[in-house]
C-alpha cells in the first residue's frame, strides 16, 4: 500500500524531447510545420505574418490592421464573423507583436474546413471598415490614458526608449496623436506590403484529413515575401533617469541593457545567471529586496529576446523613501554575481528549478508548437532546446562568474525611475 506519509523520491532528467514536426511546402510557396499530438480532438493553425512594428511605415498600422481582420469583410459584418466562429465552438485570436502579427485559430478538427475558410476569407476580403477603426480607437485611447497614470507602464515606456532610442520600433510607443492620425488606407496599406509572407503552424490532431484541408485552403494564396529590413540601432551612454508623478506614493524601477539573443555561444550562462539574480522566488534580488529588507512586494530580472535585438531588465515597485536604497541593493547584487562565486546548493537549486520549468512548459502540443515557432524565428538548430538543457547543466560557478563579467556590471545599466 502506498504510504503517503512519505515524500516521493526526487528524481532529477535533463530530457527534452520535443514533437518532431513534419514540413511542407505548398504549391503556393506557403511554408507549414505540423505538429500532430495531444488526445483532444482540438487543432490550433496559427499563421505567422512579418508584419509587425518592426516594419511599419506608419506608427500603429500593424496593431490596428491586425486587429480589425475579423471585423468585416464585402459579405459579412463583425457580428455575423464572431457568430459564425461561435456556432462551430472555434476561438480567432489576433496578436500584433513587434516582430510579427499572429493570427491563430482553435477549432475541433472535424470543423476545421469551414472555420479555416473564413481565416482565409478574413485574410483576403477584409474591408477594415471606418465604423469597427474608429471605436477600436476610442478603445485604444482609453486603455492608454487609463495606463499612463500607471508608474509602471511610463517606466516601461522609458527604459525601452533609453536602451532602443525614442524613433526605434522596439523603443516608440504608441501615443495619442499617431491613434487619432490614422487612417484606413494606411491600414490597407500595411496589410497589402506586409500580410502576404506567412508561415504557418499546424498543431494538435492534425490527422491526415486535417491536413489535407489546410492544404487545399491556403495552397491558393497569393504570398508576397517581405524584403529584409535594417535600422541603425543607438549607442547612448547608460544613464540615471527620475521623472516625477504627481501624488504618487510608490516609484517604479527599472534597470536594463542591451542583450545577446538565443543563437549566441553565452546565451546559456546569461540564462542561468539572470534566473539566479531575479528569475524566480527563490532569487538574490527576491531575497534581498523583499524578504531580508521588505523593500518591495516583488523583483524580477529577464531577458527579452526579439529578432532584431535583445535586452535584459530588472523592475520592482517601491516607496519613494526606498528608491535609491532599492537601487543601491541591485546594484550589490550585481556586483556579486561576477565577484563572488555563486555556491553549489544556490546554483544545483536555480539550475534544476529552471530546467524543471522549461521542461514543464511542453505539456500540449500547442507548448510544442510554441518551442518550435521560436526555433525557426530565430534560425536556431532543431535541438536546440535539448541542447540548451546539456550546457544549463554542465556550467560552473567559475564560468558563471566571468559571464557576468561581461553582461552582468552594474555600471553597464540604465536607470529609470518613475513615481
Not at 49 to 73: C, D, P, V
Not at 96 to 113: I, Q, R
Not at 259 to 287: C, E, Q, W
Not at 307 to 331: C, K, P, S, W
Amino acid at each position: 500500500m502506498l504510504d503517503r506519509s512519505v515524500a516521493p523520491p526526487f528524481t532529477r532528467s535533463i530530457d527534452f524531447e520535443l514533437i518532431q514536426p513534419r514540413t511542407q511546402v505548398l504549391a503556393n510557396g506557403l511554408k507549414m510545420f505540423i505538429i500532430s499530438g495531444g488526445s483532444q480532438e482540438v487543432v490550433r493553425v496559427e499563421m505567422l505574418m512579418r508584419a509587425g512594428r518592426w516594419f511599419e511605415k506608419t506608427s500603429g498600422a500593424a496593431y490596428f490592421a491586425a486587429n480589425l481582420l475579423s471585423k468585416g469583410t464585402s459579405t459579412k459584418s463583425a457580428y455575423e464573423i464572431a457568430q459564425y466562429f461561435d456556432q462551430y465552438g472555434a476561438h480567432f485570436e489576433v496578436s500584433a507583436g513587434l516582430d510579427v502579427v499572429s493570427l491563430s485559430l482553435y477549432t475541433l478538427t472535424k470543423n476545421l474546413a469551414p472555420t479555416l475558410a473564413l481565416v482565409r476569407e478574413l485574410l483576403e476580403d477584409s474591408t477594415y471598415p471606418e465604423k469597427e477603426l474608429t471605436q477600436l480607437k476610442s478603445i485604444y485611447i482609453q486603455n492608454l490614458k487609463v495606463n499612463q497614470e500607471k508608474t509602471s507602464f511610463q517606466a516601461g515606456k522609458l527604459i525601452r526608449r533609453n536602451l532602443f532610442g525614442e524613433s526605434h520600433p522596439y523603443g516608440k510607443e504608441l501615443e495619442e496623436k499617431d491613434v487619432e492620425a490614422l487612417t484606413r488606407e494606411q491600414l490597407v496599406q500595411h496589410m497589402q506590403a506586409f500580410g502576404k509572407d506567412l508561415v504557418v503552424f499546424a498543431s494538435g490532431r492534425v490527422n491526415e484529413a486535417a491536413e489535407q484541408t489546410i492544404r487545399e485552403t491556403l495552397s491558393s494564396l497569393t504570398l508576397s515575401p517581405v524584403a529584409p529590413k535594417t535600422i541603425e540601432p543607438i549607442h547612448a551612454l547608460p544613464s540615471h533617469q527620475y521623472q516625477k508623478k504627481e501624488g504618487s506614493m510608490q516609484s517604479s524601477i527599472r534597470m536594463g541593457r542591451k542583450s545577446i539573443g538565443r543563437a549566441h555561444t553565452d546565451y546559456a550562462p546569461v540564462l542561468l545567471i539572470n534566473h539566479i539574480l531575479g528569475g524566480y522566488f527563490g532569487s538574490r534580488l527576491m531575497k534581498n529586496i523583499r524578504e531580508d529588507k521588505g523593500l518591495s512586494y516583488g523583483i524580477y530580472s529577464s531577458l527579452q529576446t526579439l529578432q532584431q535585438d535583445n535586452y535584459m531588465v530588472i523592475g520592482a515597485d517601491v516607496n519613494n523613501e526606498n528608491l535609491e536604497m532599492t537601487f543601491a541593493e541591485i546594484r550589490k547584487e550585481l556586483g556579486r554575481l561576477y565577484t563572488d562565486p555563486v555556491g553549489a546548493e544556490e546554483l544545483e537549486m536555480a539550475r534544476n528549478h529552471f530546467i524543471g520549468s522549461l521542461q514543464s512548459e511542453i505539456t500540449t502540443p500547442f507548448a510544442h508548437a510554441e518551442k518550435i515557432k521560436n526555433i525557426y524565428l530565430h534560425g536556431l538548430p532543431a535541438d536546440y532546446y535539448q541542447t540548451l538543457i546539456h550546457k544549463l547543466d554542465a556550467l560552473t560557478a567559475e564560468q558563471l562568474m566571468h559571464t557576468a563579467k561581461q553582461y552582468f556590471e552594474e555600471d553597464s545599466f540604465f536607470e529609470v525611475a518613475v513615481g
